[in-house]
Nanobody, 124 residues
Framework: QVQLVESGGGYVQAGGSLRLSCIVS????????MGWFRQAPGKEREFVGG????????YYADSVKGRFTISRDNVKNTVYLQMSRLKAEDTAVYYC?????????????????WGQGTQVTVSS
């Protein structure tokens, strides 16, 4: 059974930084495209960033480009989301997800495995 566990969330002031981690077990991590999504209270879940299985292709939502960086370590079965220059509107529960396909990493319907989420709160 594939399991995804996020960590690294917390409370930070606007302008600060956080690094989220997501460790994957029970599957073939090195073959998965990985993504980060977020959901704020009262809003729909939205795409944040995605990374191909090799790490060679990266995708970001316009709202986080230049501030967030996604990366992966296929030895540690872990994907990361480095978040910098955080804003109050970045406050949300952040989820990592795994896709068995090579395309469409910007769409949540293309992901088959999901973590439980980690809360990120940015104070203004």
């Amino acid at each position: 059974q594939v399991q995804l566990v996020e960590s690294g969330g917390g409370y930070v002031q606007a302008g600060g930084s956080l690094r989220l981690s997501c460790i994957v077990s029970g599957g073939t991590f090195a073959t998965y495209g990985m993504g980060w999504f977020r959901q704020a209270p009262g809003k729909e879940r939205e795409f944040v960033g995605g990374i191909s299985w090799s790490g060679g292709a990266l995708y970001y939502a316009d709202s986080v480009k230049g501030r967030f960086t996604i990366s992966r370590d296929n030895v540690k079965n872990t994907v990361y989301l480095q978040m910098s220059r955080l804003k109050a509107e970045d406050t949300a529960v952040y989820y990592c997800a795994a896709s068995t396909g090579a395309y469409g990493l910007g769409r949540d319907r293309n992901y088959v495995y999901w973590g439980q989420g980690t809360q990120v709160t940015v104070s203004s």
